[in-house]
């Protein structure tokens, strides 16, 4: 905000023209470059069609301006909406490709503005520009050098106002677990494909705007201004700046914008400078300029934190309130991959308030019968119900909005979120709030933003991780990472949790905290599901066990039966009991 303010008053304490147009132009490449981070630094997609978008709101304007209509917040609406469509028309087929495919989708589609401008060139002037543009007006009245730049610069501002409401929003999270992890964000019921959207559309905006203020201020474009070379510099002043930064892009953009013009005797290695500074923000200081001062300001919080300790007061073990649970069934399920059969007609049954376990050897298929029950794979046979709600064959984000929540093998967390703010992205699909909300910061958003952030509490404290809350939440310990993941799982308020080697790398503490924690589930009526190697655990919580084996289901029952089982005790054991019942060998559990 301090800066807006220099930056509006500096046309009166005497800069020249040229430097008040290096700002503007400063401005306008940084609303391009947010854009380009909302694609990339937050949702972790390279998605370079801004040029594209930033042409569409040039010549929007530049057209229109030629026709009659100079009021330039007419212009910056219509080039933004127009950018928009050009957004999503390039967005759709490329987004679902995804990852590089995204990238050279985007690619070409910079290669075509100078073609397609050509093809229309009666209207766009070709390759020769497009002139005879008429100065802008604001309510009539035409606007001064000075007004223009005041305008380019409350642009600026109320832009980078939205992004940083959206940032620092519940989709602003959604963002980060997106880039964290597509198979992630889906668990906690994000829409990949549309949250990808979502930011692909509104990186346009931005760029659109950004295309309008060019055209209006030298009232001339031609398709130099939209090449591939000036993509790579949008490229170079995210990277530079910082491309999971709000304010990143300011900072990229004016470093670029000022360095390009100094160097404008060497225009033929423009191309190499650009280069140049891709290589140092990306190798030389990794999160940019941006965040070698976030990643300071970070050590230095901790620091005051460690100086003072903790003023957390350890909360009293939260309370698990009644929870109305799901019966999971699963029905005669198989499932192969090529010649790989890895279940064959299984079927397992969870009910509400209870532990169901599912055991059996590495490659027996335990962690495939999560991912098609959470929808990451179809089932080739078979189905999967809660309660009468048929769930087999839904997204895997439909299946987490219908109750099913679970856990990772392997711990997934985004960076650069704090503990509370991980715990917070599972609820994302509870209770919806708009963009629009999220920016205007309506009383609904922030009524939920308070239950989030009260949930979010209220589920650490539930797992012990309360005082943790404010820690980055990918530095903590694999078994608080663990633990932190079940809390995720929680937040949403799940019908059906499942639990997926959950026990792994915790210690004994821990464990105990895990076992209170399952137990005091299932009191409250959640159905639990989980897959685990330590069988003694598995003893200790379990209401019911199968034992898988081999893609099929060896055996069933309750604790005490499969302990007494000899097939399970040998070929999942490794234990085999001579004709008295007396072990002769034992492997321990794998």
Request: charge should be neutral.
């Amino acid at each position: 905000m301090g800066v807006g303010v220099v930056l509006l008053f500096m046309p009166f304490l005497g800069m020249s023209y040229g430097m008040t147009r290096q700002v503007m132009l400063s401005l306008m490449l940084a609303l391009i470059v947010s854009g380009l981070n909302l694609n990339l630094g937050y949702a972790g997609e390279l998605a370079m069609g801004h040029i594209a978008m930033y042409a569409a709101g040039a010549y929007t304007a530049g057209l229109i301006s030629k026709a009659g209509v100079t009021e330039i917040w007419i212009q910056l609406l219509a080039g933004a909406l127009v950018a928009l469509g050009v957004g999503l028309i390039s967005g759709i087929p490329g987004l679902r490709l995804g990852g590089w495919s995204l990238a050279m989708t985007s690619f070409f589609l910079i290669l075509l503005v100078p073609d397609i401008l050509s093809i229309f060139k009666e209207s766009t002037g070709g390759r020769n520009g497009l002139t005879g543009i008429v100065p802008p007006t604001l309510f009539g009245q035409l606007m001064s050098e000075k007004q223009y730049y005041l305008l380019v610069v409350v642009v600026t501002i109320v832009w980078f106002a939205c992004m940083r409401n959206i940032v620092v929003s519940r989709h602003g999270t959604a963002l980060r677990v997106l880039k964290q992890s597509p198979v992630l964000a889906s668990s906690v019921g994000i829409s990949v494909f549309r949250m990808k959207l979502t930011a692909y559309a509104l990186g346009s905006l931005p760029a659109g705007l950004a295309g309008v203020l060019f055209a209006n201020l030298d009232m001339y474009i031609s398709p130099e201004a939209f090449t591939f070379t000036v993509a790579m510099t949008v490229l170079a002043a995210s990277v530079f700046g910082g491309s999971a930064s709000i304010y990143g892009a300011l900072i990229g953009a004016a470093v670029l914008q000022f360095g390009m013009n100094q160097a404008t005797n060497f225009q033929e290695y423009g191309l190499i400078i650009t280069g140049l500074f891709l290589l140092s923000g990306g190798v030389l200081f990794s999160g940019g300029i941006a965040g070698l001062g976030q990643n300071l300001v970070r050590k230095l919080d901790k620091l005051a934190r460690e100086r003072v300790g903790s003023q957390l007061v350890p909360a009293a073990t939260a309370e698990v309130a009644p929870i109305q649970g799901a019966r999971l069934m699963v029905e005669s399920i198989s499932k192969s991959f090529g010649g790989n059969q890895a279940l064959s007609q299984v079927s397992v049954e969870a009910k509400p308030g209870a532990v169901t376990a599912i055991i059996g050897p590495n490659g027996s298929g335990k962690t495939t019968l999560l991912n098609m029950i959470s929808g990451y794979y179809s089932t080739d046979e078979g189905s999967i119900a809660l309660d009468t709600e048929e769930i087999h064959g839904l997204s895997s984000y439909r299946v987490a909005r219908a109750g099913v929540s679970r856990t990772f093998q392997t711990p997934n967390i985004p960076e650069k979120l704090s503990v509370i703010e991980a715990v917070e992205a599972g609820r994302y699909a509870t209770e919806r709030v708009s963009i629009l909300q999220a920016i205007l910061r309506t009383p609904k958003f922030k009524r939920i933003r308070r239950e989030d952030r009260l949930e979010a509490e209220r589920v650490l404290n539930l797992v012990g991780l309360g005082e943790q809350r404010d820690s980055d939440a990918d530095a903590l310990p694999l078994g608080n990472r663990r633990l932190l993941e079940v809390a995720r799982s929680l937040i949403g308020a799940p019908k059906v949790i499942l639990l997926d080697e959950v026990a792994s790398g915790l210690d004994e503490d821990e464990l105990d905290v895990l076992a209170d924690l399952v137990n005091r589930l299932r009191d409250a009526g959640l159905t639990v599901v989980i897959v685990e190697h330590n069988f003694q655990l598995v003893l200790r919580l379990a209401d019911e066990i199968y034992v898988l084996a081999q893609g099929t289901v060896m055996a069933h029952g309750t604790p005490a039966e499969i302990e007494r089982n000899p097939r399970v005790m040998e070929e999942y054991l490794g234990v085999i009991n001579d004709a008295d019942g007396s072990n002769l060998i034992g492997a321990g559990n794998d």
